[in-house]
């Protein structure tokens, strides 16, 4: 059921690149100590698909391919989505992520923050080593944006978390904003001009709107072995997103969960909810929410050089819709 | 009992710059989300005695002061400092930090982790802001020597923790090369030559050194309201510094608290071992060793042009060797 086949296939036009990046990775792996490399070996291959590297490559791709700037901004995206989620498996106290044990539940959380720490430095290393102030103030700008935004949304009330306008402007800081930079980067790093940098970050926005939103749908609509961990986990987790959203505000039996969430959560309403949800028009709301989003990714292209790359990133923003993990 | 007078004398060449430093913080509150204020509130004066970016603005003060970048990177070491504390605070477990509940105590430990990542996100912009390469890359370097060595200590043996060179290793890393960023840092901002760099770095790296003895030494011999936290709590915590270590492969009665240690634990042992350290001439062997890192820190100093700021270098030198908390 893997999509790794179709990704590959899309990502032919930036493949050497891939692969160069795959080599900082190792590299990474050849400086730590010994005692580091099983938790970097667990931790690696999280990102599995890989989309916010080959995003940056194929933003860079259209204008003109600097490998020695464009591999290692590629590789700090994928290194610093990797620290966020080793980050985030503390705050969400999750045991399982792709189905396989968590550091945190492994080595325990101290380990996990450390493990993150590791991850987001060797990022900024990498962005560093760009020697491209433009791209550098792009990433500490886009640092701000998500750690703001996580730490307002850990501290928000229930009330807040269901509401669709918070709920965009988190995903935009939390998800989108990572993907804006691996576009807006490759762009600048690439040599573009100003038109073709704004358009592949609107791209970047757009598509990680997009995403995120088909990942929430999927925690709903996965198959448990897709998805690595328990369906509904968001949700059961406090973490409302669209499906649930939309659920609690059109819902004949929205109310009941509402009280649900905001009383301190009636663990059997919200399991109720879970089993509920997959079933209802919500997901098909959700999905054309996010088939805007996603037009509006291919209209952003429309001002980029047409080449092999740039229908690769137009044939990427079509996959995402129909992933099933 | 406070050393507070002491020191503001001695950044009297740069209070104007350290006052200046208090304002970024203000700002940072001021675009602060209404619900991160009281977690701002209870961590942006850790630091207290606002060593690093005193060394950053005296560093820059010798050649040409520029207020411009060396304020924003003065502001960033104590925001990096800062952040590097509430990870640690989860690390160890720590419920209190100079007398105060900690974040993770008091929040738990995903806030804790948030807000940690939210004060290394803000540091990361404001060196970005410098848009001085070589600061920004040092910066990186310092990212990754102090994360690489916490989490290998994280990882390390009781056996490995016991050893000489490995402590020194890891107080190199984890304090030191934060000292030696701020200082080397605030000689490039300001447009020192390549000796008074080196000089300044040399500087900065064997005052961070002596401080962490120091540091260590008051762990033991500290008085608990001056510390702030229950005295002993390295040890208790399983992390052995220079006295520990010390009596471990010099005191008759080392060979019990090396057994209690490696054995995983006995913590009667440990206790005892906290009560007699304090009493034994391990403390004046640590102080000794502090001082030998004191003085390799002065004589860098014979290579910065004389001024008050490197007198006040000087000064700050000596100060910490005789510091009560």
């Excluded at 296939?9 to 795959?22: D, F, K, L, N, T």
Aim: glycine residues 10%; negative net charge.
């Amino acid at each position: 059921m893997t999509k790794g086949v179709d990704l590959s296939a899309i990502y032919g036009p930036v493949r050497e690149g891939m692969s160069q990046v795959e080599g900082i990775f190792g590299e990474l792996r050849g400086l730590a100590r010994q005692d580091i490399l099983p938790l970097l070996d667990q931790t690696l291959h999280y990102g599995g698909k890989r989309l916010r590297p080959a995003l940056t490559l194929l933003s860079g791709a259209p204008f003109e391919y600097r490998p020695h700037t464009l591999h290692p901004m590629a590789a700090a995206m994928e290194l610093f989505h990797t620290a966020t989620l080793v980050h985030d498996d503390i705050v969400d106290a999750s045991s399982l992520r792709r189905g396989r044990a968590t550091i945190n539940s492994m080595w325990g959380d101290g380990a996990a923050v450390l493990l993150g720490d590791f991850f987001f430095a060797h990022s900024a290393r990498l962005v560093a080593s760009t020697d491209n102030l433009r791209v550098i103030n792009l990433f500490a700008k886009m640092l701000m944006a998500i750690s703001g935004s996580e730490l307002a949304q850990n501290l928000s009330t229930m009330e807040q978390r269901l509401d669709y306008d918070h709920y965009i402007d988190w995903i935009g800081a939390k998800t989108a904003s990572l993907f804006a930079t691996a576009t807006e980067s490759g762009a600048v790093l690439g040599g573009s001009g100003e038109d073709g940098i704004q358009a592949l970050k609107a791209y970047g926005h757009h598509f990680g709107l997009a995403f995120q939103i088909v990942d929430d749908i999927l925690d709903f609509v996965g198959q448990e072995q897709d998805l690595g961990k328990p369906v509904g986990a968001d949700l059961v987790q406090g973490n409302p997103t669209l499906p649930t959203i939309l659920f609690v505000a059109g819902h004949p039996q929205g109310a009941d969960l509402r009280r649900a969430l905001t009383d301190g959560g009636d663990a059997e309403a919200v399991k109720k909810a879970v089993a509920l949800i997959p079933g209802t028009d919500v997901i098909a709301e959700c999905r054309q929410i996010a088939r805007g989003f996603t037009k509006q990714a291919l209209k952003a292209l429309d001002a980029v050089p047409p080449c092999p790359s740039t229908r690769a990133l137009s044939d990427l923003a079509t996959y995402i819709m129909s992933r099933s993990r």
